[in-house]
């Protein structure tokens, strides 16, 4: 029986990780009305952070999305944490670090140890077994998957993934928080490979990778025909560097390593670039250059 009340009001949300997911997370929840608390044990990361949302919240305010006096409140509402201690008056804790499983593990049994008995407790992992990462959890039933896209603040889909662990109504109250204060749509899902998207589109990032690699057509050719040929936002290899090479690569190698589907082997050409440190967008270069 979960000691997550089912009517619990999410006021506070902590994220753990001030990354590209982490901020963009953040800045959805400000601008939903929710009180932010951003841990990160890295201090620059986390100014880094900060200052990224106050530019994107002014950025709004140019675009006439919302007030300049809205804007204000909104980045108000952040508090910024080196301490995970700081975290420790959530409602909802949401872990977004690196997707590497020991890590994860590591970070959510500390994310416990400092709540209390009636905080929900989500992961943004991409690909990892939500049912993996439960298994050290003393309260698993107010344990559950929190899937954002990339950029969070931005894509209108959140995957709400539960175990046979999660209570009905932890998940419920996840689903309106998602719905009512994020203004976006929560897709409520059971824990499988890659969920619904990723089982999805990393088959088809690395397919596009593949292609390239074959010399049958160029970067530019694939990407104008999903874009032209199938109104795709952006093409798959555009999509990658977006989303960071090595993140495709780590979803990647953890789908491949649950389901052994040739379909999601990193093919030659994406391990390379990742081999020499060309991570995408965000390092400058991927499959495009970004000077
Ligand atoms: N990082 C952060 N924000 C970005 C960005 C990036 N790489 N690229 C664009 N944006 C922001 C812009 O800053 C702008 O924000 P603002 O409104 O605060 O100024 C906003 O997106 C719109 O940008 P533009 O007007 O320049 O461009 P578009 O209208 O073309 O939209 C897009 C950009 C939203 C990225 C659109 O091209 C799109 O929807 N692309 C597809 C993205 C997608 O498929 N994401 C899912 C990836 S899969 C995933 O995340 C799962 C993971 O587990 C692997």
Do not use: W
Not at 40 to 56: G, H, M, Q, W
Not at 194 to 213: K, Q, T
């Amino acid at each position: 029986m979960s000691r997550v009340s089912e009517t619990v009001a999410i006021e506070t949300v902590a994220i753990v990780g001030s990354g590209a997911m982490g901020r963009g997370i953040a800045e959805s929840c400000l601008r939903g009305g929710v009180s932010v608390i951003l841990h990160d044990a890295n201090p620059v990361a986390l100014e880094a952070a900060s200052t990224t949302i106050a530019a994107a919240l002014q950025r709004a305010v140019a675009k006439e999305q919302l007030s300049a006096a809205a804007a204000t409140t909104a980045h108000a509402r952040l508090i910024t944490s080196t301490s995970l201690e700081g975290i420790a008056g959530a409602d909802l804790v949401i872990e977004a670090v690196p997707e590497r499983l020991d890590l994860k593990l590591e970070v959510l049994q500390s994310i416990e140890a400092v709540v209390s008995a009636a905080t929900v407790i989500a992961s943004n992992t991409s690909s990892i077994p939500i049912t993996r990462l439960s298994v050290p959890f003393a309260d698993p039933s107010r344990f559950l998957g929190l899937h954002f896209f990339n950029p969070a603040s931005k894509m209108p889909l959140v995957e709400v993934i539960s175990t046979l662990e999660t209570a009905v109504g932890v998940r419920d109250t996840l689903d309106r928080f998602v719905r009512d204060r994020l203004g976006k749509t929560p897709l409520l899902v059971t824990d499988r490979p890659g969920f619904v998207v990723n089982a999805l589109l990393i088959p088809f990032l690395l397919s596009a990778a593949r292609m390239l690699d074959s010399g049958y057509a160029s970067a530019e050719a694939i990407d104008e025909g999903m874009r032209l040929g199938c109104g795709h936002p952006m093409g798959p290899l555009r999509l990658s560097d977006l989303v960071g090479l090595d993140v495709i690569c780590e979803a990647a190698d953890a789908l491949y390593g649950e389901t052994k589907d040739a379909a999601v082997i990193v093919p030659n050409n994406l391990r390379r670039l990742l081999e020499r440190g060309h991570l995408g967008q965000k390092s400058g270069r991927g499959f495009y250059s970004y000077a």
